[in-house]
């Protein structure tokens, strides 16, 4: 993506959809540990209704408490821990907007009784 040709930066990010929305993705965890990274750089440059949508989608994997989505609790509640502390190194008015969004929704979640952030069951 540094390349200064603009076709190449197309390709490759047409390629990226391609691969995102046809080929099944295989969540391992090292992969998820990477995309979790990649959020931190990635919310300094997108706009804030891109990382309200960000944090909605991982915000409602930490509160949906069926079995289908128990495994991507974990990885999304890093997620947004990742975000939150990178917007609150840039101070900007959009922190505040987002952050208030979050607390809203995660006391909503905490009142109704809702686990956040799950519980490691396993004794290693």
Known sequence: MLSDDKDFRLMATLDLIYDLQNEPIKLDDDIQNQAVKCLRPLVCKIKEEQI?????????Y??????????????????LKTIIASL??????????ISKKL?????????QGITIIPTNNNNR
């Open 52 to 60: 309200e949508i960000i944090c909605d989608t991982l915000c409602s």
């Open 62 to 79: 930490c509160t949906n408490m069926s079995q289908d989505a128990e495994k991507f609790r974990n990885i999304s509640s890093t997620g």
């Open 88 to 97: 609150a190194s840039t101070n900007s008015e959009a922190t505040n907007d």
């Open 103 to 111: 607390m809203q929704r995660l006391l909503t979640a905490i009142q």
